[in-house]
């Protein structure tokens, strides 16, 4: 096999064990007015699925990134995967451990220190009024990590340190550093909960491109470093290309491909997946005939019947409208489309339109 280019980010070791497990995860909003109003004018309820019965494993050690569009669905699975939104169906395991079993509780508790989030927007997520080294220390404070004050501002340079800021840092506040820095500051407080599994959303997409990059290489040195692993979302394929190991593509709420990066990004295998890299002048595809297909993402609230891509998909079959496709495994891969129905990974027929 021939060593993968410098941009696409070889899979770490992993143990082969999962230590993300999310089965079925499902996510309904309701959208009605409120029940007086809807008797008055007699409207109906209004739902929309966000999320539906999306199956993800993550390896220790693994960058997982989902992709996709505005609305579809990536950062609400972040939120369900990360504790800071109840499902509507479905579960989410760490390490066994079912987050959301035994709310509130130690165990929970415990279970939630394993996972971190890194914001999008470093602006907002760091409390203005707080220096930086009270911002690093609160989970330490919270999970009751460290009890004495000296050993817990030792342990706060430490972590500043790791993330690439002098140890002193700790003494400003936020508004004293550029925007690489304070995503700096909001890592080293992701980190000061000694968790396995970090969900980075859009860490970068807030950030001027010179730094983007050094954020993300850091980002990648902690990961050999601590062994972390990553659930990565993001909208930027050049950006998912160089940080993950594994990538779902999330169209209107369901999973419909997942496959090793550097085989998704050479022959994308959903005609939804290579719109989207399409969509990306930058992101090459070798071998891979280009095709551009028109259309907006249909409304959420009252998706197509059938596969969901059905309006825009040029391979759309008259079974597509009404009959969901499971997810077939193709090779390395696994595709929610009618077209791989025999499970062969055979080249996609010319455009029906
Ligand atoms: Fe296109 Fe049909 Fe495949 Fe959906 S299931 S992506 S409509 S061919």
Redesign the pocket.
């Known amino acids: 096999m021939s060593a993968a280019p410098d941009h696409i980010a070889e899979a770490p070791a992993v143990d082969g064990v999962p230590l993300v497990e999310v089965e079925g995860l499902g996510r309904v909003f309701d959208l009605s007015k409120r029940w007086l109003n809807r008797l008055l004018d007699g409207s109906g309820k209004v739902t929309l699925t966000a999320v539906d019965g999306v199956d993800i494993a993550i390896n220790r050690g693994e960058t997982y990134a989902l992709v996709g569009e505005s609305g579809s669905g990536k950062s609400t699975i972040a939120r369900m995967v990360v504790g800071l939104l109840p499902p509507t169906s479905g579960s989410v395991h760490i390490g066994g451990a079912d987050i959301w079993a035994e709310s509130g509780g130690p165990r929970q508790r415990q279970i939630r220190r394993r996972i971190q989030m890194i914001f999008q927007d470093p602006f907002a997520s760091l409390n203005p009024r707080w220096r930086v080294g009270s911002i690093v220390a609160e989970p330490i404070k919270a999970f009751g990590l460290i009890a004495d004050a000296r050993d817990r501002e030792a342990r706060v340079g430490e972590l500043l340190a790791l993330v690439g800021l002098d140890p002193r840092d700790a003494g400003k506040f936020p508004h004293e550093f550029s925007g690489g820095q304070r995503q700096r500051i909001a890592i080293a407080r992701a980190l000061a909960s000694e968790p396995e599994f970090i969900v980075c959303d859009e860490p970068t997409s807030a950030l001027d491109v010179s730094v983007q990059a050094q954020v993300l290489n850091l980002l990648r040195e902690l990961q050999e470093r601590l062994g972390l692993t990553y659930l990565f979302i993001s909208h930027n394929l050049a950006v998912v290309r160089h940080m993950a190991t594994r990538v779902g593509v999330l169209y209107l709420g369901r999973l419909v491909e997942e496959a090793p990066a550097r085989e998704l990004f050479a022959a994308p295998k959903?005609?939804?997946t290579r719109m989207l890299l399409d969509a990306v002048p930058d992101i090459g595809m070798e071998g891979v005939e280009r095709q551009s297909i028109a259309g907006e993402i249909p409304n959420p609230i009252n998706p197509p019947a059938g596969?969901h891509?059905?309006p825009r998909?040029p391979?759309?079959?008259p079974h597509?409208k009404t009959i969901v496709?499971p997810l077939y495994q193709v090779g390395n891969a696994k595709v929610l489309?009618?077209?791989y129905a025999d499970g062969v990974d055979a080249a996609l027929p010319p455009p029906a339109r």
Request: glycine content about 0%; some cysteine.
């Open positions: 959903q005609p939804y596969c891509f059905n998909c391979y759309v079959m597509c496709p489309c009618h077209l």
